[in-house]
């Protein structure tokens, strides 16, 4: 259960992101549990929130580092982990950054295309080196979730697709400085439906025969991450069903012997620990609509302009009558809105607003448009 304490909340100017860190414990604790029951290895996706505090975290929890940029590998390592529990994914990396992560002799490069391959060879071929991968491969199963975050299909730029591994595997026999280790797989975010996670093990069987029939053996699968979480009713289910969804993957996937199993969870770790704290600035009566806007914008939270996401919203001052508000930001833009007709308490100025569900993909996609300044963040231990 989320821990909102209002009088504590009312000592920090808002806007601010207020992070539960018993509610992120008991989450990791079950996730790092049923997991556990398999021995499956789970790295935490940092580009959820990079936060040091959530960082912390993990790596006292035990989850390695999924990484997607430089940065994200400095903050993994300057905050702990050991560069042998982070991989490296992206489809642009940089030759700074692949350098960088060579110099570290991080785990693994999850590598998307058979151009990257060459360039991480050569890169590693001047510093004398041998970089561990895992091809990326893109496995054309729909993740049923918002287009903007699917991965795994074939119009998508992310992976190797089905019919480019005869080619690959034969480019890599001549790459010197790449040792295959793994395969990964990574089809979208925020999926609800579980039985799209068992159409990704029967992809991931079938390539698992290919690979095996060509006499390659691979020490790890990476099934990737995007479990997702309620935005509809954080009360209800504050931590997801991580029995559910690991258990699936120990029925369907068909593991080698001596083989790991990754994952790379984001959001299901993170999202329902981070509120979005605001406070109402006005209200403004319209023809069909009162607006409620908040001193909170699309630069502290942009989930719902960039992909209509739903956010629950709550006024923690007020508990009088029920009415429907626009409740929006004060950025000059349209879609700086964060939910349309959202009936809640009568709502007056000063009145301190929750946005739940924001400790993934909220404060790391902050902006500073409009010149704003960079919401703080709180930490309720
Ligand atoms: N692995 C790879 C290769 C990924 O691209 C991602 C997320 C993850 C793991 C972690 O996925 P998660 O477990 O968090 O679903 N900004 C969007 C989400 C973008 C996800 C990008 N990739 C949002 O706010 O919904």
Same mark, same amino acid.
């Given at each position: 259960m989320l821990n909102l304490n209002l009088e504590e909340l009312q000592q @920090? #100017? %808002?806007p601010f992101y207020a992070y539960d860190l018993n509610l992120l414990r008991q989450t990791l604790q079950a996730a790092k549990q049923e997991a556990g029951k398999y021995n499956f290895y789970v790295h935490y996706a940092l580009k959820a929130n990079a936060n040091e505090p959530v960082l912390d975290e993990m790596r006292r929890h035990g989850f390695g580092a999924d990484c997607v940029s430089g940065n994200e590998i400095k903050a993994a390592i300057v905050n =702990?982990?050991?560069?042998?529990q982070v991989v490296f994914a992206g489809v642009g990396k940089s030759d700074d950054e692949i350098n960088y992560a060579l110099d570290q002799d991080i785990f693994c490069f999850n590598c998307e295309s058979g151009h990257e391959l060459e360039v991480l060879n050569e890169l590693a071929g001047k510093k004398g080196k041998i970089a561990r991968i895992a091809l990326r491969i *893109? #496995?054309? $199963? *729909?993740? *049923? %979730? @918002?287009k903007y975050i699917t991965t795994g299909l074939e119009e998508n730029k992310f992976g190797i697709n089905a019919w480019e591994l005869e080619q690959v595997l034969a480019q890599l026999q001549q790459l010197e400085h790449i040792n295959l280790i793994g395969i990964h797989f990574h089809i979208g975010s925020q999926i609800t439906d579980l039985s799209v996670f068992r159409n990704l093990c029967t992809r991931v069987n079938e390539f698992q025969e290919w690979f095996a029939s060509r006499n390659v053996s691979l020490q790890h699968i990476n099934v990737g991450? =995007?479990? =997702? $979480?309620d935005y509809y009713h954080p009360e209800q289910q #504050? $931590? #997801?069903d991580f029995e559910a969804y690991f258990g699936l993957f120990d029925q369907f996937l068909e593991v080698r012997p001596g083989q790991e199993v990754h994952f790379e969870l984001g959001r299901a770790l993170v999202a329902q620990c981070g509120t979005l704290i605001s406070k109402v600035l006005y209200i403004k009566n319209g023809q069909n609509t009162n607006f409620a806007i908040l001193d909170a914008g699309m630069t502290e939270l942009i989930r719902p302009a960039l992909y209509q996401s739903y956010h629950k919203i709550e006024n923690l001052s007020s508990g009088r009558g029920e009415v429907r508000y626009d409740v929006v930001g004060p950025i000059c833009e349209s879609s700086d809105c964060f939910g349309k007709a959202v009936l809640l308490p009568e709502t007056k100025r000063g009145d301190l607003i929750a946005i739940r569900t924001a400790g993934a993909y909220g404060e790391v996609m902050s902006s500073a448009y409009n010149l704003r300044d960079k919401a703080k963040a709180i930490y309720m231990p």
């Open positions: @920090h #100017p %808002t =702990g982990f050991a560069p042998e *893109n #496995p054309n $199963v *729909n993740a *049923n %979730t @918002h991450g =995007g479990l =997702g $979480v #504050p $931590v #997801p």
